[in-house]
């Protein structure tokens, strides 16, 4: 069974701390892997995405990585700020299908305090 | 910012009535989508579309419709709401695959979201 899995589920950090959010993943076969963030009550937006052939992508302060052999992603976040408050969803789409299946993860729900 | 736009943005209706979920965007995908997502779970795909007159169920079992008349245009319909329908929709449209030499595939863009609660 397809599945994404996060953790922790949870997440409180103050300001100007670096914090890693972990993901693993059972999708087969591998397409690519997203991170998203999902501030409350708004839509998931895109922060990366990899390919199988991809380990390391950065975009500004965020940084995933991504192990396609022990199928496993983390999300760093370097120097949190306040707006960095939201919910980060780790989503796996897999390559059997021409629709590109995504299976999203729970989140992980990330609290900055000043 | 993506051009994907839905309306309401949050609706309270009582049991029973009909209710229509409009979404629409401006960037020409032929491909769109409705997720359900309650809080601190993850999203169900409930419809999706290839393009205009197509449209198939998803995952998650729902007693929905949607339609695809127009590309830029994929509308949700409730026709007796229930209790059981309070969550979060969100629609999405995608571009065309890359393939890995270029961007990845299928990239999505989310829409707001609409908050329904049946009361």
């Known amino acids: 069974k397809n599945q994404v899995e996060q953790s922790p589920q949870s997440l409180i950090i103050l300001e100007g701390k670096n914090c890693t959010l972990q993901c693993n993943y059972t999708v087969s076969p591998f397409s690519n892997l997203r991170w998203y963030k999902q501030d409350t009550g708004r839509g998931p937006v895109s922060l990366t995405i990899?390919?199988?052939?991809?380990n390391t992508k950065s975009n500004g302060r965020y940084t995933a990585t991504l192990d396609a052999d022990t199928k496993q992603s983390s999300l760093h976040i370097t120097a949190s700020q306040l707006s960095d408050s939201a919910s980060y969803i780790c989503v796996v789409s897999d390559r059997g299908s021409t629709l590109g299946r995504l299976y999203f993860g729970r989140g992980t729900q990330l609290t900055v305090w000043p | 910012e993506a051009d994907i736009y839905q309306t309401p943005r949050y609706l309270v209706i009582g049991t029973g009535k009909k209710i229509t979920l409009e979404c629409s965007q401006t960037?020409?995908?032929?491909?769109m989508y409705w997720y359900q997502q309650d809080p601190g779970m993850e999203l169900h795909l409930i419809h999706y579309?290839?393009?205009?007159?197509?449209?198939e169920k998803g995952d998650l079992s729902s007693e929905s419709t949607v339609s695809r008349i127009r590309t830029e245009h994929f509308p949700l319909t409730l026709e007796s709401a229930r209790p059981s329908h309070t969550s979060q929709y969100l629609c999405?449209?995608?571009?065309?695959?890359?393939?890995?030499?270029?961007?990845?595939?299928?990239?999505?863009?989310f829409g707001p979201g609409t908050r329904l609660t049946v009361t």
């Open positions: 579309s290839y393009g205009v007159n197509s449209t």
């Open positions: 990899m390919t199988f052939s991809e």
């Open positions: 960037m020409g995908h032929d491909k």
């Open positions: 999405a449209s995608s571009d065309e695959p890359q393939g890995f030499a270029g961007k990845p595939s299928y990239e999505q863009y």
